[in-house]
């Protein structure tokens, strides 16, 4: 009997999209926040799950939860070269830090921290490593 070998495709990248889900027992507060004060647009409503873009191929989903696994331990780190107007502009909104942009000389960093009504930490991060891959958002 033949041996048929299947090998891989040769992919630059592997896969199309990325979402990430979370779960929330705050699904109105947790709507709010991504909607009005991140400013997020919903891709698709679910019904107990909700979508939204956060880059051109990057997704972040909330899916209603009576009873959620903690948030510990989590971060969801949104890249932008903008970390200080982020940081003013949800300041602004009344949104609290956590720590407020500084540099982070081990991983070439610049970025600071806050929470989400979940409890989930959310960094907005800039990457000062050259080696980091900028894509265009054309």
């Known amino acids: 009997m033949p041996v048929i070998l299947i090998l891989p495709m040769k992919m630059s990248v592997p896969f199309d999209d990325l979402v990430t889900f979370c779960y929330t027992s705050r699904f109105k507060e947790t709507i709010k926040f991504y909607e009005e004060v991140l400013g997020l647009p919903l891709v698709l409503d679910q019904g107990r799950c909700r979508i939204y873009r956060v880059s051109q191929n990057g997704y972040l989903g909330f899916c209603r939860d009576t009873d959620p696994p903690s948030a510990q331990g989590i971060i969801i780190t949104l890249v932008t070269d903008d970390v200080d107007g982020w940081y003013d502009n ?49």
Do not use: M, T
């Not at 081990?106 to 980091?132: M, T």
């Open 90 to 138: 949800l300041i602004a909104k009344g949104v609290g830090f956590e720590k407020s942009p500084r540099h982070n000389s081990d991983f070439r960093i610049y970025h600071c921290f806050l929470r989400d009504p979940n409890g989930y930490l959310i960094e907005i991060q800039r990457f000062e490593d050259p080696k980091w891959p900028r894509f265009s958002r054309d």
